[in-house]
T-cell receptor
Framework: DTAVSQTPKYLVTQMGNDKSIKCEQN?????MYWYKQDSKKFLKIMFS???????INETVPNRFSPKSPDKAHLNLHINSLELGDSAVYFC??????????????FGPGTRLTVL | AQSVTQLGSHVSVSEGALVLLRCNYS??????LFWYVQYPNQGLQLLLK??????LVKGINDFEAEFKKSETSFHLTKPSAHMSDAAEYFC?????????????FGKGTKLSVIP
């Protein structure tokens, strides 16, 4: 069983559309994350979500919004897509114990292409 | 603010040769340091992590890294490169939060292994 899964793996869409990427983890973790990897492979945190506490990277446009229906899922919604949103988006999860730096487990990524 | 610098965006080694990937960090508090590997078209996999215990950290696939506070470094080494080690390697730093922590990644180093 895949520990952290994402759907879809590839997403091609037009500028201005709204899209969602789904993430699920079956590890029983309390904290989930979204990262963006640009065309130069640079990885940057977008959000972390722990027990309904959302920590947002201040550089993330408010067109991006994470939604967590339950502890095992953290979906990423993107409104009014722009060309610059093209990237690979990675979901990750970790145990989420306060003060403990445990391992983050990453999903396989979703490659978003905005035309 | 924390940051990571990886020296060399691309490193080539011969099969069987020593692998050395450099990472320097900046952090206002004692850091937690990680090395992740990304194989082509895959997600990130943790190689090893430093969490203030032993300064020499051993990871998977014979990789190890040494934390040197005086040099603010956390270089990754492997005694003998295999073809299967060809991948992108990311160094990351983190500070603990209240149940979640965010990784700040370096820009990555692509390792090529020459037969």
């Amino acid at each position: 069983d895949t520990a952290v899964s994402q759907t879809p793996k590839y997403l091609v869409t037009q500028m201005g559309n709204d899209k969602s990427i789904k993430c699920e983890q079956n590890l029983g973790h309390d904290t989930m994350y979204w990262y963006k990897q640009d065309s130069k492979k640079f990885l940057k945190i977008m959000f972390s979500y722990n027990n309904k506490e959302l920590i947002i990277n201040e550089t993330v446009p408010n067109r991006f919004s994470p939604k967590s229906p339950d502890k095992a899922h953290l979906n990423l919604h993107i409104n009014s897509l722009e060309l610059g949103d093209s990237a690979v988006y990675f979901c990750a999860s970790s145990l989420g114990l306060a003060g403990v730096i445990d391992t983050q487990y990453f999903g396989p990524g979703t490659r978003l292409t905005v035309l | 603010a924390q940051s990571v610098t990886q020296l060399g965006s691309h490193v080539s080694v011969s099969e069987g040769a020593l692998v050395l990937l450099r990472c320097n960090y900046s952090s206002s508090v004692p850091p937690y340091l990680f090395w992740y590997v990304q194989y082509p078209n895959q997600g990130l996999q943790l190689l090893l992590k430093y969490t203030s215990a032993a300064t020499l950290v051993k990871g998977i696939n014979d990789f190890e890294a040494e934390f040197k506070k005086s040099e603010t470094s956390f270089h990754l080494t492997k005694p003998s490169a295999h073809m299967s080690d060809a991948a992108e390697y990311f160094c990351a730093v983190s500070e603990s939060g209240a149940g979640s922590y965010q990784l700040t990644f370096g820009k990555g180093t692509k390792l090529s292994v020459i037969p």
